[in-house]
């Protein structure tokens, strides 16, 4: 589990080292390609860590190519640091000179920005902080724009979900006069047996008859009809 601050940011690299082992024996300079990795910190141009990406982060904890897998295997891939979030050119206040100052700030994206801790946002120049109020607007706006239109479509799916049990509830399954001739008509609703009043004779039960009516009515219509 990587607890690192989000605002660390690793960028995995090789260079070619001295071996200097190998260089004494063979009487030659022989190099090595090794990989490092270089931490930067958002808004703090000045500060940097250079360690080998397989040195351990502490005494018998993960390396660091192990504690920023995605870092590290985007390095593996030939992909230079990848940019965590909204990148700057995206966002369409900043104009192309800020969007360079920042960057030379290592800072790539707007949630970079927003994370920029308050020791290193006068580091920025004027209106930095302001600037990094911004960004956590935009984010928090953008995703409560997310949450609205996943509500949206849940309001959507419910208004559907009840649409369908009403016309069930108003509109029960019809039954035919051959399928009553060989079911219990007991089993069926007043809905189901009025239905089939009207379908056999063209017209509903008037007023509000009994059930015993209508099931007496319905056993007559249902009994097979003689030939003449």
Do not use: C, H
Request: proline content about 7%; cysteine-free; hydrophobic content about 35%.
């Amino acid at each position: 589990m990587n607890d690192q601050p989000k605002t660390i940011r690793p960028r995995f690299y090789k260079e070619a080292t001295l071996n200097e082992a190998r260089t004494k024996a063979e009487g030659r300079p022989i190099y090595d390609d090794v990989e490092y990795v270089e931490i930067n910190y958002p808004g703090d141009r000045l500060q940097r860590l250079v360690r080998l990406a397989d040195d351990p982060v502490s005494n018998g904890g993960p390396s660091y190519a192990e504690l920023y897998p995605d870092y590290y295997a985007a390095f593996k891939r030939g992909e230079s640091r990848a940019v965590s979030g909204t990148p700057l050119e995206a966002w369409p206040i900043l104009t192309t000179a800020r969007v360079a100052e920042l960057k030379a700030s290592n800072i790539l994206s707007v949630d970079e920005l927003a994370e920029v801790s308050d020791g290193n946002i006068g580091k920025l120049g004027p209106g930095a902080r302001d600037l990094r109020e911004q960004a956590r607007a935009f984010l928090n706006s953008a995703k409560g724009g997310a949450n609205v239109a996943a509500m949206a479509q849940e309001i959507s799916n419910l208004k559907k979900m009840v649409e369908a049990l009403t016309q069930g509830i108003g509109a029960p399954p019809s039954v035919s006069a051959s399928e009553m001739q060989t079911v219990d008509i007991n089993d069926a609703t007043d809905e189901q047996l009025k239905q089939f009043i009207k379908e056999q004779t063209g017209a509903a039960p008037r007023g509000n008859p009994s059930r015993e009516t209508l099931l007496a009515r319905v056993a007559e219509l249902a009994q097979p009809q003689e030939a003449a």
